[in-house]
Nanobody, 126 residues
Framework: QVQLVESGGGLMQAGGSLRLSCAAS????????MAWFRQAPGKEREFVAAISRNSGSTYYADSVKGRFTISRDNAKNTIYLQMNSLKPEDTAVYYC???????????????????WGQGTQVTVSS
């Protein structure tokens, strides 16, 4: 079992920056592929970014590429999402997710993730 707790959300003006954090409870944190998803009101949850176990590979949705950066600190059992140049369309609840890597599977597949945090709200005003 992995417990995930997100923090760092809030209200920001367009063009601003926020950094989200996700702390994991499990000592084997470094075994897990970690990801961020988001869900806007009335929309389905969508992939934002993912990072491999050793930070060797990162993946981004086209909508955030070049603006968001995912990173992890395995010593602290924590991942981060640095969000720059925020846009109103980035407004959503952001969720952290964890799963053991599945060979040959893209890390953007929501249903592959077994563990989820409660989410943190990000609101970007225009």
């Amino acid at each position: 079992q992995v417990q995930l707790v997100e923090s760092g959300g809030g209200l920001m003006q367009a063009g601003g920056s926020l950094r989200l954090s996700c702390a994991a409870s499990r000592r084997t944190f470094s075994s897990y592929t970690m990801a961020w998803f988001r869900q806007a009101p009335g929309k389905e949850r969508e992939f934002v970014a993912a990072i491999s176990r050793n930070s060797g590979s990162t993946y981004y949705a086209d909508s955030v590429k070049g603006r968001f950066t995912i990173s992890r600190d395995n010593a602290k059992n924590t991942i981060y999402l640095q969000m720059n140049s925020l846009k109103p369309e980035d407004t959503a609840v952001y969720y952290c997710a964890a799963d053991l890597p599945l060979p040959g599977r893209a890390p953007s597949i929501l249903t592959d993730y077994d563990y989820w945090g409660q989410g943190t709200q990000v609101t970007v005003s225009s």
